[in-house]
């Protein structure tokens, strides 16, 4: 009876061992993902930066008369690490331009992927609304529908949360819009851009 136990008891002891194992790994991954919420005070006063930047955003999206919206989730970004020759995938950025204008430390490197790294949806801070007409882009109403519309990127800080880069996306009809990557800096505990690219238009 005991030799037939065996064959039982080390099956057993083998699955034991895989379900401590993923349990681990999925309490390793929890552990480590990036607190998108921890920032939403930042991810704000960054916003309302950009927003301020440019007063053709400030007068187009106020919720009294609004002729634009902000969409209220944040866009997805991801980073390359190909050949900077090469352009960055569609809602991408290349890690060498994130080194260059926020920080190029090790630690800076591994902040930018675990900002972006299997990224949940992040909503735009509720405050925003308090100012700018914020909807959800997929459940538009008339005469929403005829409103033109900004995409934010999702913020990526530095290691020491003292710069971010934001890609902003603007769309005003089927061959009307374009999009801009801005760098902020964090100066006195207040968010301010320091630079503004053209990345497209149409």
């Known amino acids: 009876m005991k030799v037939y136990l065996l064959p039982f008891l080390f099956v057993l002891f083998a699955c034991q061992n895989k379900i401590e194992k993923q349990t681990s790994i999925n309490e390793n ?5 990036f607190n998108h919420i921890s920032l939403e005070k930042d991810y704000e006063e960054i916003l309302l930066a950009i927003l301020t ?5 400030h007068e187009l999206m106020k919720t009294n008369k609004p002729q634009a919206f902000i969409n209220n989730q944040f866009i997805k970004i ?13 809602n991408g950025v290349t890690i060498n331009e994130l080194l260059t204008v926020i920080g190029n430390t090790a630690l800076d490197s591994i902040g930018y992927f675990n900002q972006t790294n299997n990224l949940n949806t992040v909503f735009v801070p509720k405050e925003i609304a308090i100012v700018y007409k914020v909807l959800d882009g997929n459940k538009l109403k008339m005469p929403e529908y005829y409103f033109s519309r900004y995409d934010f990127h999702i913020p990526i800080l530095s290691h020491n949360e003292k710069k971010a880069f934001v890609s902003l996306d603007y769309n005003c009809g089927p061959l009307c819009g374009g999009g801009s990557n801005f760098i902020l800096n964090k100066i006195k505990d207040k968010w301010i851009v320091v630079k503004r690219n053209a990345t497209w238009i149409s």
Do not use: A, Q, R, W
């Open 78 to 90: 991801s980073i390359d690490t190909l050949n900077d020759e090469l352009p960055p995938s569609p």
């Open 53 to 57: 930047y440019d007063s053709s955003y």
């Open 29 to 33: 991954i929890k552990k480590n993902s």
